[in-house]
T-cell receptor, first 111, second 115 residues
Framework: QKEVEQNSGPLSVPEGAIASLNCTYS??????FFWYRQYSGKSPELIMS????GDKEDGRFTAQLNKASQYVSLLIRDSQPSDSATYLC???????????FGKGTLLTVNP | EAGVAQSPRYKIIEKRQSVAFWCNPI?????LYWYQQILGQGPKLLIQ????????DSQLPKDRFSAERLKGVDSTLKIQPAKLEDSAVYLC?????????????FGPGTRLTVL
């Protein structure tokens, strides 16, 4: 079982729709959870972090964490073409606070 | 605030040659990371430094990769000799500390092509 798994995609949504990105992790001791956005040819940039169960909202983005199910999700409301990118789920685990990434999900928002 | 700086941005070498990458973290950041990102994959941690000490190098192929962080600031990552499978983007990141809540900021990366 991979440490961090994401739905493989690619995911295509129309402009204005809600994009839903999912991630599961294997280590129950994982402490912190992040969503990074990576445009083609660019480096990852942090868009959301979440540490406790429940929802966290920031503008059009909502991160959801369910530690019992070992599940993290990212919802993007009112999707825009500029949201088209690869979204990386990442998890911090272990005493060295190692950040482990999933493979990423490519999102395309069609005008 | 200046971001994480990396050089070179691109490098093309023949297999069995050596190559070095340089990283300058954000000022004041104690923790520095090197990641390898192969096309279509997420970044994989190669080595993590806290100041000038190694915290985690469990995924660093030590027979060919080496890294150092001089005086707890700049860092270099070296590959010698390079293999075809080393073709990837090498990302440097830094954070204020290594706590579970500290954000890692990434540099622009070095794209390595091994022919």
């Amino acid at each position: 079982q991979k440490e961090v798994e994401q739905n493989s995609g690619p995911l295509s949504v129309p402009e204005g729709a809600i994009a839903s990105l999912n991630c599961t992790y294997s280590d129950r001791g994982s402490q912190s959870f992040f969503w990074y956005r990576q445009y083609s040819g660019k480096s990852p940039e942090l868009i959301m972090s979440i540490y406790s169960n429940g929802d966290k909202e920031d503008g059009r983005f909502t991160a959801q964490l369910n530690k019992a199910s070992q599940y993290v999700s990212l919802l993007i409301r009112d999707s825009q073409p500029s949201d088209s990118a690869t979204y990386l789920c990442a998890v911090i685990r272990g005493s060295n606070y190692k950040l482990t990434f999933g493979k990423g999900t490519l999102l395309t928002v069609n005008p | 605030e200046a971001g994480v700086a990396q050089s070179p941005r691109y490098k093309i070498i023949e297999k069995r040659q050596s190559v070095a990458f340089w990283c300058n973290p954000i000022s004041g950041h104690a923790t520095l990371y090197w990641y390898q990102q192969i096309l279509g994959q997420g970044p994989k941690l190669l080595i993590q430094f806290q100041n000038n000490g190694v915290v985690d190098d469990s995924q660093l192929p030590k027979d060919r990769f080496s890294a150092e962080r001089l005086k707890g600031v700049d860092s270099t990552l070296k590959i010698q000799p390079a293999k075809l499978e080393d073709s990837a983007v090498y990302l440097c990141a830094s954070s204020f500390s290594k706590g579970f809540g500290d954000t890692q900021y990434f540099g622009p990366g070095t794209r390595l092509t091994v022919l």
